[in-house]
């Protein structure tokens, strides 16, 4: 599903796809969902008995929900203001950039020369859905799989304990995109995000340390040039073509 200015947040919400697991889940997913791409601004309150009316669900339910998202840091919660939904700033964005590409150029140098032959099946399936989103031109789903795969990439080098760093990082960096008027509002690639990843893959399993950290810096530098050329030009070019020391 393309995204713009005209979707209401009862559609992006009903557009999800099937999510498995509890109700609250579904919730939590809808809600993400309409934070990614404003259709919950920052600072909007969320509240639970609204919520849970809408939901067709418990308080409780909305509840563990928003417990979820306080720990994305997409929403705050506070006792006398109540649960309302966060920002990430410029600043803050380009800060989780220059962690996100530390720790990926770190999990690049161990996937070099590493066995990852028990992670392949994962690995392949999570860009086998990607190509699944392009097709269907959903950039929500898109962005779940691409850190899915990030993280994955951090689990084959063993760096499990980085995966949640990872992926926060990597959440507020897609919010900061998707939600920025900066985005193009056509989810098309001339090679596909599979591809692209695929490519990426085939890249960081060249046995060659610094050829490796270079495929995932231009990757990440690629993408975000594409996406946020003010980010981009905000991290600085310069940084990503340097390697580690």
């Known amino acids: 599903?393309?995204?713009?200015?005209?979707?209401?947040?009862?559609?992006?919400?009903?557009?999800?796809?099937?999510?498995?697991?509890?109700?609250?889940?579904?919730?939590?997913?809808?809600?993400?969902?309409?934070?990614?791409?404003?259709?919950?601004?920052?600072?909007?309150?969320?509240?639970?008995?609204?919520?849970?009316?809408?939901?067709?669900?418990?308080?409780?339910?909305?509840?563990?929900?928003?417990?979820?998202?306080?720990?994305?840091?997409?929403?705050r919660r506070s006792g006398y203001r109540g649960t309302r939904v966060?920002?990430?700033?410029?600043?803050?964005?380009?800060?989780?950039?220059?962690?996100?590409?530390?720790?990926?150029?770190?999990?690049?140098?161990?996937?070099?020369?590493?066995?990852?032959?028990?992670?392949?099946?994962?690995?392949?399936?999570?860009?086998?859905?990607?190509?699944?989103?392009?097709?269907?031109?959903?950039?929500?789903?898109?962005s779940e799989l691409d850190r899915a795969f990030h993280c994955a990439l951090a689990n084959a080098a063993g760096m499990e304990l980085l995966s949640p760093l990872l992926q926060r990082c990597a959440l507020h960096i897609h919010r900061f995109t998707l939600g920025n008027v900066e985005v193009p509002r056509t989810f098309f690639q001339e090679a596909g995000v599979d591809a692209e990843h695929r490519t990426l893959l085939e890249d960081l399993c060249c046995g060659d340390l610094d050829q490796a950290e270079q495929a995932i810096s231009s990757h990440l530098a690629h993408v975000l040039n594409r996406w946020t050329p003010s980010l981009y030009e905000a991290v600085g070019p310069a940084v990503f073509s340097s390697l580690r020391k």
Request: aromatic share 4%.
């Open 86 to 142: 966060t920002e990430t700033s410029l600043d803050e964005a380009v800060e989780m950039v220059r962690i996100r590409l530390s720790i990926e150029r770190g999990v690049a140098r161990k996937i070099a020369t590493a066995d990852i032959s028990q992670h392949r099946d994962t690995l392949d399936d999570l860009i086998k859905q990607m190509a699944g989103a392009h097709r269907q031109d959903d950039l929500y789903r898109g």
């Open 1 to 75: 599903m393309s995204i713009s200015s005209t979707t209401s947040l009862d559609e992006l919400m009903n557009d999800l796809p099937k999510v498995r697991g509890k109700k609250s889940d579904l919730v939590y997913a809808a809600l993400k969902k309409a934070i990614l791409f404003r259709l919950l601004p920052p600072d909007s309150q969320l509240l639970e008995t609204e919520l849970a009316g809408r939901f067709g669900c418990s308080q409780g339910t909305v509840r563990e929900a928003l417990l979820r998202l306080d720990d994305d840091g997409l929403v």
